[in-house]
């Protein structure tokens, strides 16, 4: 197996522990490091997701909607526990904002780090899974009403002409808690957007350079922060430019 597709494996079925899998981890150190990072990275996601959840969190919120309605029986009691399920993937996915990437805390500053913390992140980021998720988007795109479920819970509402560009969408790590790895068809190749709602850039707009004939390109937003990654010979502050005028972001939004 090779390397690529390895990563790719890595990043599309992490818990996969297949005989050839296994085997491949233990065919160089370039297999071994790459399934070091792999397995840090989720146990980080994993912590992140398994939060307490406070007590009869399902019951409060049963009790509460029936006394604010009356006609409580005319909604399954189904209806309640979603809605007290979605309450409580919300506290999960919130708590990635008490954790950084390694499960320490954030900085006293956690809605902007500085730049240093920032361009780290990116860097890491981007050689952690940018390319295999671009692999991943042009093998198998995100599924439409997929991709739309993951839009509307960090409340962003892309115009339809960027919206038919995106291949993959998927949470990712921000250094403020969760956010959202986007893969976009451009003129000048595929492009990937890391939506970071509740980041805000020491500086705006900020370059940075992350080798391999890429660069960053961030930007401060109304709310949350956005940074496009691209080829260097690509009008990446332009690609930039027309996105902001075709991402608004709902008010609101706590994830």
């Known amino acids: 197996m090779k390397l690529a597709e390895f990563k790719r494996r890595l990043m599309t079925e992490p818990g996969l522990k297949s005989q050839e899998m296994l085997v491949a981890r233990r065919t160089s150190g370039e297999f071994a490091e790459a399934a070091a990072r792999s397995d840090r990275f989720e146990r980080g996601l994993m912590r992140a997701l398994h939060v307490p959840v406070p007590h009869a969190l399902a019951d409060q919120i049963i009790l509460r909607q029936s006394l604010e309605n009356p006609d409580q029986d005319a909604q399954p009691r189904w209806a309640w526990m979603a809605m007290a399920a979605t309450v ?11 954790l950084d990437r390694s499960g320490h805390p954030p900085g006293p500053d956690a809605s902007m780090p500085s730049l240093a ?6 860097t890491w980021h981007w050689s952690h899974d940018g390319p295999a998720v671009i692999a991943t988007a042009m093998q198998a795109p995100t599924d439409q009403l997929q991709l739309a479920r993951l839009l509307s819970e960090f409340g962003l ?26 893969v976009l068809l451009t003129d000048a190749g595929p492009v ?16 940075i350079t992350l080798g391999n004939g890429q660069r960053s390109w961030a930007v401060n937003l109304e709310r949350g922060s956005l940074a496009l990654i691209g080829a260097h010979d690509a009008d990446i502050p332009a690609l930039v430019g027309q996105m902001i005028k075709q991402v608004s972001v709902a008010p609101g939004v706590t994830i």
């Open 192 to 207: 990937t957007a890391y939506f970071m709602p509740r980041t805000r850039l020491p500086e705006s707009p900020l370059e």
């Open 117 to 122: 913390q920032l361009e780290e992140h990116i």
């Open 157 to 182: 509402d892309l115009a339809p002409e960027l919206l038919e560009r995106v291949r993959l969408g998927k949470v990712c790590p921000t250094p403020n808690g969760a956010g959202a790895h986007l």
């Open 88 to 98: 409580a993937l919300a506290v999960a996915l919130s708590s990635f904002n008490l």
